[in-house]
């Protein structure tokens, strides 16, 4: 994909060392964008930029994590150093830390809204002025349908989800008149590597509601009517 004056359209991606990202940044470069493919992992990053020159894609690996400031104001500064601009930028970088709301620690809680809120508003404000000066550029925010919804322990992923999605429709509406799109995007279910089980948390609360939820079912059909239906929390949460 190129702009008007033939040059590749340039995408950054966080997050592009796994799962969803990775496979973007190499779909993306395979049309013909030129791809900044972001992640902390120096090995997965080296094995990026060898398939993308064995594949001879317009694709570099650029070590990023969007937890630190510094971090993130050094790669936008590269990338923009190389290309210019950035004329997309897809914030897919995320962790989910995965137990009962109770079991979590306060230190999971934060970590949990440092990658997928903070972490996202870092990269986004760093990259928004440069797209302003220009009145051009798209943001694409990897939410999920947790953003919609909430299983059971994932109410620290989920949160962060739904603010998440509050963030992207105040943005959406702020940089309309810039010419700047902010598409919001909610994928269901996708093994990835984002999963984490703090060793704070046990589950203790969640094997011992699961064991009270299978006793009321047991013990009565008209028992489990004390806990909310799936569509319930469908229709609560599309309200």
């Known amino acids: 994909m190129k702009t008007g004056d033939t040059q590749p359209k340039s995408v950054l991606i966080t997050g592009a060392t796994d799962g969803l990202g990775k496979a973007l940044a190499l779909l993306l470069a395979e049309r013909g964008y030129r791809v900044f493919a ?13 398939l993308a020159r064995e594949k001879k894609f317009a694709l570099e690996s650029i070590a990023l994590d969007v937890c630190s400031d510094a971090s993130v104001q050094s790669a936008i500064q590269t990338v923009l150093g190389k290309t210019g601009a950035i004329d997309v930028l897809v914030n897919n970088a995320g962790v989910n830390y995965t137990a009962a709301v109770e079991d979590l ?19 986004t ?29 994932q109410g620290a992923y989920s949160s962060s989800k739904h603010a998440l999605e509050g963030l992207s429709n105040a943005l959406r509406m702020e940089l309309y008149p810039f010419g700047i799109d902010v598409v919001l995007i909610e994928p269901g279910y996708i093994i990835t590597g984002n999963k984490r089980r703090p060793p704070s948390s046990q589950s203790r609360t969640w094997k011992e509601a699961g064991r009270m939820l299978r006793s009321m079912r047991n013990s009565s059909p ?18």
């Open 125 to 153: 404000r760093a990259v928004l002025p440069h797209m302003r000066a220009r009145r051009s550029g798209r943001i694409l925010m990897m939410s999920s349908l947790s953003g919609l919804m909430t299983p059971p322990t």
């Open 222 to 239: 008209a028992s489990t009517q004390c806990a909310p239906s799936p569509s319930t929390h469908l229709k609560i949460a599309r309200a």
């Open 38 to 50: 972001a992640g902390r992992s120096a090995e997965k990053l080296a094995q990026l930029d060898a």
């Open 105 to 123: 620690s306060m230190e999971d809680w934060r970590a949990q809204f440092e990658t997928n809120v903070f972490g996202v508003l870092r990269v």
